[in-house]
């Protein structure tokens, strides 16, 4: 029913900004909550941000926590993830996910995610 596409990942030195982007298709849209995700090297897939359904809600991850902005645009079926003052930590895959009814930090409560996209921050 949804298929999501992340973009703008890429390398980048630390304390540097990116903006990901996850386009959503289908006309529902605005009916899931979004989250981002990531997952390192030789490590767990861990929550970073959720947005709520309308966008009035979010919540972050202790590590990215005012440094990492979530927002979503209805009107375009797209999620963003605004990173910024990046650390070499915060290198992963990033994926994002949709699912019904309210956020969660947990990833196993998702029902749709995307492909996931690269991020490098060099030291």
């Known amino acids: 029913q949804v298929q999501l596409l992340e973009s703008g990942g890429g390398l980048v030195q630390a304390g540097d900004s990116l903006r990901l982007s996850c386009a959503a298709s289908?006309?529902?849209?605005?009916?899931?909550?979004m989250g981002w995700f990531r997952q390192a090297p030789g490590k767990e897939r861990e929550f970073v941000a959720t947005?709520?359904?309308?966008?009035?809600?979010?919540n972050y991850a202790d590590s990215v926590k005012g440094r990492f902005t979530i927002s979503r645009d209805n009107a375009k079926n797209t999620v963003y993830l605004q990173m910024n003052s990046l650390k070499p930590e915060d290198t992963a895959v990033y994926y994002c996910?949709?699912?019904?009814?309210?956020?969660?930090?947990?990833?196993?409560?998702?029902?749709?995610w995307g492909q996931g996209i690269q991020v490098t921050v060099s030291s």
């Open positions: 996910a949709a699912k019904t009814g309210l956020a969660s930090t947990y990833g196993v409560e998702y029902d749709y």
């Open positions: 289908g006309r529902t849209f605005s009916n899931y909550a």
């Open positions: 947005i709520s359904r309308g966008g009035s809600s979010t």
